[in-house]
T-cell receptor, first 113, second 115 residues
Framework: DQQVKQNSPSLSVQEGRISILNCDYT??????FLWYKKYPAEGPTFLIS?????DKNEDGRFTVFLNKSAKHLSLHIVPSQPGDSAVYFC????????????FGKGTRLHILP | KAGVTQTPRYLIKTRGQQVTLSCSPI?????VSWYQQTPGQGLQFLFE???????NKGNFPGRFSGRQFSNSRSEMNVSTLELGDSALYLC??????????????FGQGTRLTVV
């Protein structure tokens, strides 16, 4: 049973438009959420995080929204750029408990020219 | 400063063999976590070491083990390899325990293929 689900294995978005990546979780105890970006042949790099006391966190072109009642979070990238083409992993955890971090399977984002 | 270094980058082993992977964290970082990435399961936590002690362990069989040295370098060992162990093994370095919650830095990974 997957506790963190990224239901879209891939997503294609036109350059300049908004990319929205979705993530659902089942464990209401999770209180910290992270997004990682991964290029081929490289390790994942941290993108943005949000704790459960917030419903939005913004960093430049990246915004993460958290809907606790729906157990849903999303990553918005505006505007999308070619360098954003990568695999995006959503992760959920209990703060400071690495053994409780659960990753989604990832969504491959393609930015089209 | 230098990033997280994992060696080797690629490895091919046969079933039943054992393998040791190495991870050198960012200088000054004391926490090293290991992850397995497969297409079917995504990223899964293996274990975390902090100050030479295993602090947390994921849900993997005892064939997967690790250790951390006094210079914070870490090794991961997998014994009696199975075909299903073929994966990308990633390590993440962090200054404090509970690394991923404080935004860790990943290495490039070791791609292990078991034949």
């Amino acid at each position: 049973d997957q506790q963190v689900k990224q239901n879209s294995p891939s997503l294609s978005v036109q350059e300049g438009r908004i990319s929205i990546l979705n993530c659902d979780y089942t464990n209401s105890m999770f209180d910290y959420f992270l997004w990682y970006k991964k290029y081929p042949a490289e390790g994942p790099t941290f993108l943005i995080s949000i704790s459960s006391i917030k419903d939005k966190n913004e960093d430049g072109r990246f915004t993460v929204f958290l809907n606790k009642s729906a157990k849903h979070l999303s990553l918005h990238i505006v505007p999308s750029q070619p360098g954003d083409s990568a695999v995006y992993f959503c992760a959920a955890s209990l703060m400071n408990r690495d053994d409780k971090i659960i990753f989604g399977k990832g969504t491959r984002l393609h930015i089209l020219p | 400063k230098a990033g997280v270094t994992q060696t080797p980058r690629y490895l091919i082993k046969t079933r039943g063999q054992q393998v040791t992977l190495s991870c050198s964290p960012i200088s000054g970082h004391r926490s090293v976590s290991w992850y397995q990435q497969t297409p079917g399961q995504g990223l899964q936590f293996l274990f975390e070491y902090f100050s030479e002690t295993q602090r947390n362990k994921g849900n993997f069989p005892g064939r997967f083990s690790g250790r951390q040295f006094s210079n914070s370098r870490s090794e991961m060992n997998v014994s009696t390899l199975e075909l299903g162990d073929s994966a990308l093994y990633l390590c993440a370095s962090s200054p404090a325990q509970g690394g991923l919650s404080t935004e860790a830095f990943f290495g490039q990974g070791t791609r292990l293929t078991v034949v």
